[in-house]
């Protein structure tokens, strides 16, 4: 009787319920995104770390991969250093650099990686093989819409180039072997990837790396490496995955500002839109919720009955604001995967059911909160004046 | 700890007299003072680059792209970063200074036109070209925006519906007496109007509030002199309308949803 | 022992700065398969007399007893279930749940007591036929008549077999004739047994009942 008597209630009033409903709704699509973005990048970027197994890179001390164009010396001193250390499994350095390749009357700039294809962790092999001879060449589906180069094809690449002569050094025929996905590579940016060796050759950075990329034994502990590998080669920084994730947060941390705010605000806004539809409700109700009481229903069930209109509205709301979430967050998403150098594999709004889960409950919790008051107040007035005054009115 | 090397500068100083000017930043975090002797070098970790003097100690500008990178600044003179990165005869670009705008255009046809493999631009399009981010911080703010807006609109109406009915005893009451529709409509109009302006000044006073408050945190948080949000009278002028625009329509909308209905139905006859 | 005990039951109200005594000490006892009428004139008290009988009040002093129960002095919670066992209430507005058919409304005090659907739903068409509104069972208040709506709210205060049928100016809301249909019930309820006390300015409805109490500034001044 108790679901029969809300769901009537809400039934009388169907377009201001209907427009609370929408009100909820849009409340609840805010407040997921805003989850889902306070987490979201941190768990994109995580999952994009792992993604290869490698949960350590080595950078130019005092800076993050690729984040200035210092490199590292000694390359072939330092892997034989981390062999040492029998918890490392693999190591990967890679040599970021730029080519220039000119196709007809245009030459086209593109950045390269230097990797050993063997145990690299930049790159998905879409098609075709990895570039293990050094005059072969991986290239990624950006490179192949601008150039309209081909698997197969050979290309002449080259590193220098001399901007008063507007000529090119180092240049060398490289044979197209396989197209790639960078894991890591910004939208529309083209990219390749060749010998490590190759690379180093050619930008005339012999026996030098960006970064390395070193994966641990599962049952190793990670920051204890990490904390041999700066203390065995004190010329770089070890970063782990929870260090990189750190200086995500900390760089990105007005995002997870603005997820609280804003979500914040929008679990308030819904919530004062139930309690004020509540309200008004239960203030024009006021005469049946005292004949209900002089009849002899407890104020728990009257009280009960008002909840269930508030989680009625709240949760139709929430479901609502489901699916308008996912809408607004794939807009939203596609706003700031615009940012320069961005990794396409990043997303800001990650979809996790904990987060669902999560805006669903406070939406409860607050549609809940937003019943038991009015109607807790309204059960409680003295019966008979209550009646009297009802009655005048 | 690595240097991280800025751009160079003008004036030629005798190589016995080396001097650096490092940004406050730097100064603060690593406890620096003018006057004090730091070793520069281009490769990470070495501590057998060349010894310098702190001359200076700059302020930060209010740059866009710096937010949020721990990165400190260091002025040098062109030559002495010239040998000190081994860059030899190197620049990576000039800065040019023009007397007035058609200066400038002159130089930049000039320049495109001589300069064998360079090429010249305006500082404002290297601006517009380097603020991608924020543009699309801008773009995301908006989009936030809008949707706040649309949130607004929605929430505004069904609690306008809503106080509107409560009043419909009211309002069935002064239609039974003779007055009409138009002027109950007028009425309750002119009353959200007056709602919406009211709400208005004060949403301007805590956006103020608010927006003060942005700054001084982000200011602090990031180091930086750049204003994160600013209140001007056109937004001011904008949000004013819009709560208006907004609060007249669904004054109107609820109150003519009410004057359609018979008197003697709003009394629950 | 009667059914209904009133000893020097006083109920004071204070509006502002002024006490406002509605009801002075009355006693009186009342037997079941009564069927009293409250009269006098506007103000008397014999409203807060029916209020305080229906435990929807409580009093300033004295006492109440129904089934050798003080509803009076019990807390909310008591006396919330003892109206809904004990006590069938009819208004003078009829306050039925517009949102509810008239089954529904009958069913009402039936699902609060805890009576599973079947069972609920089967008394509470046996009571829409007893008043004679078997064929408006789906209809909501808004449907029906003002005569019709203080039957289905007849009906629905005796949904719980009560001790007692307290009715407030039953026909107050109601035309000569339709006032006449709902005296003949009470007439009808009262040969089945039903212990029934009216408040009424309705002289039909005063002489319809087989005793009555005058009162006058808050005491009983004639039986």
């Not at chain 1, 080519?99 to 098609?127: C, K």
């Not at chain 1, 409950?361 to 007035?381: E, K």
Request: charged fraction near 20%; proline fraction near 3%.
């Amino acid at each position: 009787m108790v679901l029969h008597l809300a769901w009537a209630s809400l039934r009388r009033h169907t377009s201001r319920t209907l427009l609370a409903i929408l009100g909820v709704a849009v409340a609840a699509a805010m407040l997921l995104d805003m989850v889902m973005m306070s987490t979201g990048l941190r768990e994109s970027f995580r999952e994009l770390l792992m993604s290869r197994g490698f949960q350590l890179r080595i950078a130019p001390k005092g800076t993050l991969p690729f984040d200035t164009d210092a490199t590292i010396a000694d390359v072939g001193r330092i892997v034989a250093t981390l062999r040492l250390n029998d918890d490392i499994i693999a190591i990967s350095p890679v040599l970021g650099s730029t080519i220039h390749v000119p196709i007809g009357p245009r030459t086209f700039t593109s950045a390269t990686l230097g990797v050993n294809p063997a145990v690299q962790g930049d790159y998905d092999l879409v098609s075709g093989r990895d570039p293990a001879a050094v005059n072969e060449i991986a290239v990624n589906d950006d490179f192949v819409s601008a150039t309209g180069v081909k698997v197969g094809d050979t290309i002449q690449v080259s590193t220098g180039y001399d901007p008063q002569l507007r000529t090119y050094s180092d240049s060398r025929a490289m044979v197209i072997t396989g197209r790639v996905r960078f894991l890591y590579g910004a939208a529309n940016q083209l990219a390749t990837a060749m010998n490590l060796s190759t690379v180093q050759e050619m930008a005339r950075r012999s026996d030098k790396a960006s970064l390395f990329m070193i994966k641990v034994r599962d049952d190793a502990d990670v920051e204890e490496a990490r904390a041999w590998i700066e203390r065995a080669v004190p010329q770089v920084s070890a970063l782990s995955i929870a260090t990189a994730l750190e200086q995500v947060d900390q760089r990105l941390s007005y995002f997870r500002q603005l997820a609280f705010i804003l979500g914040t605000v929008s679990l308030f806004v819904g919530f004062l839109l139930v309690t004020t539809l509540i309200t008004v409700s239960v203030n024009e109700r006021v005469g049946e919720i005292t004949v209900m009481r002089a009849l002899g229903v407890s104020k728990g069930h009257i009280v009960q009955q008002i909840v269930v209109e508030g989680m009625v509205i709240t949760l139709s709301g929430a479901a609502a604001g489901l699916a308008l979430g996912l809408v607004t967050a794939r807009y939203l998403n596609g706003i700031l995967a615009s940012f320069p150098g961005l990794p396409v594999a990043i997303d800001f709004f990650l979809f996790q059911p904990k987060a669902a889960w999560m805006s669903l409950g406070l939406l409860s919790l607050s549609g809940i909160a937003a019943g038991v008051y009015p109607s807790w107040r309204a059960a409680s007035l003295p019966i008979a004046t209550t009646l009297r005054e009802e009655a005048i009115a | 700890m690595l240097v991280q090397i800025a751009a160079a500068l003008l004036l030629f100083q005798p190589p016995q007299q080396r001097t650096i000017a490092i940004d406050e930043r730097l100064a603060a975090d690593a406890g620096i003072a003018i006057g004090d002797k730091l070793i520069v070098s281009a490769k990470p970790g070495d501590t057998g680059g060349d010894t310098v003097i702190v001359s200076a100690i700059v302020k930060r500008g209010a740059d866009p792209a710096e937010i949020a990178r721990s990165e400190y600044k260091v002025r040098m003179h062109l030559d002495h970063l010239q040998t000190v990165a081994g860059y030899g005869d190197r620049v990576d670009r000039f800065a040019v200074a023009t007397r007035g705008d058609s200066a400038t255009s002159i130089a930049l046809r000039d320049i495109n036109a001589a300069a064998f493999g360079f090429e010249a631009h305006l500082s404002r399009d290297i601006a517009v070209g380097t603020s991608r981010t924020f543009q699309v911080v801008s773009r995301f703010h908006k989009a936030i925006g809008v949707i706040t807006i649309v949130a607004s609109a929605i929430f505004l109406l069904c609690i306008m519906l809503l106080k509107v009915e409560e009043r419909r005893r009211d309002v069935a009451a002064l239609r039974l007496m003779g007055i009409s529709a138009r002027t109950v409509v007028k009425g309750v109009v002119t009353e959200a109007a007056l709602l919406a302006l009211v709400g208005s000044a004060l949403g301007v006073g805590v956006g103020w509030l608010a927006s003060q408050f942005i700054n001084w945190y982000y200011q602090g948080l990031y180091r930086t002199p750049l204003y994160f949000s600013l209140v001007t009278p056109s937004i001011v002028t904008f949000a004013v309308a819009l709560s208006l625009v907004l609060g007249i329509v669904a004054g109107l909308l609820a109150s003519l949803r009410l004057v359609r209905t018979p008197p003697l139905a709003l009394f629950g006859r | 022992m009667s059914l209904v005990e009133v000893r020097d039951l006083a109920r004071d109200y204070r509006f502002g700065a002024d006490d406002v005594h509605a009801l002075r000490g009355v006693t009186f006892d009342i037997a079941e398969g009564d069927y009293v009428a409250i009269v006098g004139p506007s103000g008397c008290g014999k409203s807060t007399l029916l209020n305080l009988l229906g435990a929807i009040d409580k009093p300033t002093r004295g006492t109440v007893r129904i089934r050798n129960e003080s509803p009076g002095s019990m807390r909310d919670r008591e006396a919330t279930l003892f109206r809904l066992r004990n006590i069938g209430f009819v208004f003078q507005r009829f306050y039925l749940m517009p949102t509810l058919s008239a089954r529904e409304n009958v069913e009402l005090p039936m699902a609060e007591a805890g009576l599973k659907s079947a069972e609920r739903s089967a008394r509470a068409r046996e009571l829409l036929s007893y008043v004679g509104l078997a064929q408006r069972e789906r209809h909501r208040p808004s449907e029906l008549s003002g005569g019709e709506q203080q039957r289905v709210a007849i009906a629905r205060a005796l949904a719980n077999k009560p001790a007692i049928l307290l009715a407030d100016e039953p026909t107050g809301e109601l035309d000569a004739k339709t006032g006449a249909e709902i005296i003949a019930l009470f007439g009808q309820l009262n040969a089945d047994r039903t212990t029934i006390i009216v408040v009424t300015h309705d002289d039909e409805l005063a002489r319809a009942a087989r005793r009555r109490i005058h009162m006058r500034d808050g005491v009983i001044v004639n039986e």
